[in-house]
């Protein structure tokens, strides 16, 4: 028979949360269903240390947000299991309730249960009384929530967000699978407070693996080398891939030198966007014609080009019935991405006319992600789009896709070439196929740190090892503060003239670390992009002189640059150039392709050559 209680019960839930686990919800819930929403409280302490980075407030964000309850039912204090002080912030008496604390077993040695303590053990089959005379301990353990096993609580979750051995992307599977309604941005959060990445300082997973296509609103493309995910047993499928003929099939296309922008249409009106601020809301913040021109009022050119394209494609849009519009664009939740090829504007590779080139058709959620391709709807508007262009468009032509093929010679000789290269950067690395770039990465600069250590007989141990690690190999400048290693730790380890050196010549030496990686494949790039089939290029063999000419006229002005950091660049770019011949010079940007859901670009010494152009274009 269940026991009437004579009080109201309050039920007070301390702990750390640092942050709320899985398990912690679950205790919560439990307590709720036994107890009532109303009689459960939780209570917090403000201190924070290097094990609780967390401040009462910002655990009041993750409480409520991963719990779901009332932050009236959220206490702060200093005192924990002093009932008084916890009753006095919830404004009840001592005399009419009784509580209940609950803890876990770890903590049991805490308390003493002898005849004249204030906490005794709680027994539901015992009535309570007030807390003026007595409060009751309810122990939980985690072996009730099934949570046990690797990261099943928050100290173990910490640890894993600071082990600088595990990519961005296993602490954040670790954080998504131990937490409850917590997001990826709420793992930034905690980690900014942890100090392991500040607000500014972009994550691993920001500067390797943004992988969408072209530029603009569709964000940056990647290079196989900057994806620090990718295995080095992948990247050679992606090789073999290259020199079988199998890259043919998998979505491969021209990439365009040309100018992104987002087209969709939201009541009945054209709307343009160029970044993911536009897209946000279903295109609240997107332009139409004249703010879009407007964007470009300090470029002459760079506004010409957009805005007799968006006119063009307004002309065209309106021509068509609002059901089909309604259909493909859904009010702003889909977004046709295009590229606006416009010969004036051409940056390195030259054209033969003014094109808008169909990418795909995008769904993009409120917060401006895309979701999924719409590849049916995409080839509706296509086609009712070519129907009506010839009498609404005045400068530009649609076209689709450049998809070509690569067809290279010896194939076999050349793919084992380039694997037996990659074969021999795996040893000097201690790497294998499973190892991942990223694991490439830390490897070459512990290498890079090691040789130091042996030069001056010093040693780092492994947890500042791993956090200069951090901070030189991906921009982590949290990890290890710039004034903690010039003033502390490199003085300590009589370092300072080494690690000073590497905080000046960063870029250089990070450079380097991936310059053997980068150059196989780029080489790779060229050996499969001089067999393309077809290219929307106006004349190869113009463009090619055009880039040789441009390449000159960089060394011919290097003089002329003022900025030192910039002419060192140029020199650097030139150098690397100068390690392929000149039929590495090829008339396209390149080529992009799918590997298992993700798009990756191949350019060969494109890339080189138009960072090396625009240094010289905006040192002027």
Not at 12 to 32: A, D, N, S, T, W
Not at 315 to 336: P, S, T
Not at 593 to 602: A, E, M, W
Request: aromatic share 10%.
């Amino acid at each position: 028979m269940a026991v009437v209680e004579k009080y109201n019960t309050i039920v007070l839930y301390p702990g750390r949360f640092q942050p709320p686990c899985k398990h912690h919800v679950e205790i919560y819930k439990r307590l709720v269903q036994q107890f009532s929403k109303n009689a459960v409280y939780i209570a917090i302490s403000n201190k924070t240390d290097a094990n609780s980075p967390l401040n009462a407030k910002d655990k009041g964000y993750f409480l409520t947000k991963s719990m779901g309850i009332d932050s009236r039912h959220i206490i702060v204090s200093s005192k924990v299991y002093n009932p008084e002080q916890l009753f006095v912030s919830i404004n009840k008496r001592l005399d009419d309730h009784s509580v209940i604390v609950v803890c876990g077993y770890k903590d049991a040695q805490r308390f003493k249960f002898t005849s004249d303590s204030y906490y005794r053990k709680y027994n539901s089959r015992e009535q309570l009384e007030s807390a003026d005379k007595h409060g009751y301990i309810m122990f939980v353990t985690l072996d009730d929530f099934s949570m046990q096993g690797k990261y099943s609580n928050a100290s173990e979750v910490r640890n894993a967000l600071k082990d600088y051995k595990l990519s961005y992307e296993d602490k954040l599977k670790i954080w998504l699978k131990n937490t409850v309604g917590l997001q990826e941005s709420d793992m930034k959060k905690f980690m900014q407070s942890m100090k392991l990445v500040s607000k500014e300082s972009k994550s691993i997973n920001d500067i390797y693996n943004e992988v969408l296509i072209e530029g603009g609103a569709a964000g940056h493309l990647t290079h196989i080398w900057e994806d620090a995910s990718l295995t080095f047993g992948e990247i050679k499928e992606i090789i073999s891939s290259v020199f079988s003929g199998e890259i043919n099939k998998q979505e491969l296309n021209e990439k365009i030198d040309g100018q992104n922008l987002f087209v969709t249409v939201i009541d009945g009106r054209v709307r343009f966007a160029r970044n993911g601020s536009n897209l946000k809301d279903y295109g609240k913040e997107a332009f139409g014609l004249f703010q879009l021109k407007q964007k470009f009022d300090k470029n002459p050119m760079v506004q010409e080009s957009f805005a007799w394209a968006a006119a063009d494609i307004r002309g065209a849009l309106m021509q068509l019935k609002q059901e089909d519009l309604k259909e493909i664009f859904n009010n702003g939740e889909r977004w046709l991405n295009i590229e606006i090829v416009y010969p004036s504007l051409a940056n390195v590779i030259i054209y033969d006319g003014s094109y808008i080139i169909f990418h795909d058709l995008r769904v993009v959620n409120q917060s401006a992600n895309t979701t999924s391709i719409n590849t049916s709807l995409r080839t509706k508007l296509f086609d009712l789009m070519k129907k009506v262009e010839k009498n609404t468009m005045k400068k530009f032509e649609i076209k689709d896709r450049q998809f070509v093929n690569v067809q290279p010679q010896n194939f076999k000789d050349e793919e084992k070439k380039y694997l037996s290269k990659l074969d021999k950067l795996m040893g000097e690395h201690d790497l294998n196929d499973s190892s991942t770039v990223e694991q490439y990465i830390i490897n070459a600069w512990f290498n890079y740190l090691t040789e130091i250590e042996s030069i001056e007989k010093a040693v780092f141990p492994d947890h500042v090892k791993g956090a200069l690690i951090q901070r030189f190999g991906f921009g982590d400048n949290s990890l290890m503060k710039k004034s903690v290693i010039l003033n502390t730790l490199a003085k300590h380890y009589g370092l300072l003239k080494q690690v000073t050196f590497i905080e000046t010549n960063l870029s250089t030496i990070n450079g380097s670390i991936i310059k053997p990686l980068k150059k196989i494949i780029i080489q790779v790039g060229v050996d499969a992009l001089k067999s393309i089939d077809k290219l929307l290029t106006l004349s190869p063999s113009k463009a090619v002189e055009k880039i040789k000419q441009e390449i000159e006229s960089v060394r011919a002005s290097l003089q002329d640059v003022d900025n030192q950091s910039t002419r060192l660049k140029m020199i650097t770019l030139l150098n690397d150039l100068s390690e392929f011949d000149l039929n590495a010079i090829l008339p396209t940007e390149g080529v992009v392709f799918k590997y298992k859901d993700k798009y990756y670009k191949l350019t060969g010494t494109f890339g080189m050559i138009n960072q090396l152009i625009g240094l010289l274009k905006y040192s002027r």
